[in-house]
């Protein structure tokens, strides 16, 4: 059975600001963070994760509470 919920990387653009009167600023950084998409709806869950081990391990536990298997479990 194919996973329900998957990790997508996402940019982040951290833009570094300047104050009045300066003519130099530091270049905007991107980074990148993670969020849980729902291939059913296409939708994400959550907030998102920084780290991508941490995104993978939510999905994993979605992915286990959401199988067949544990539904059964469950109502029986």
Request: aromatic fraction near 6%; proline fraction near 3%; charged fraction near 35%.
């Amino acid at each position: 059975m194919e996973d329900i919920f998957v990790v997508k990387r996402c940019n982040k653009i951290i833009i570094h600001g300047r104050r009045a009167g300066d003519s130099q600023h530091d270049p905007a950084e991107a980074l990148s963070w993670f969020r849980i998409c729902d291939t059913r709806t296409n939708g994400f869950i959550g907030d998102g994760y920084d780290v991508e081990e941490d995104a993978r391990r939510e999905c994993k536990r979605l992915n286990a509470a959401s199988s067949p298997k544990a539904v059964r479990e469950s109502s029986g």
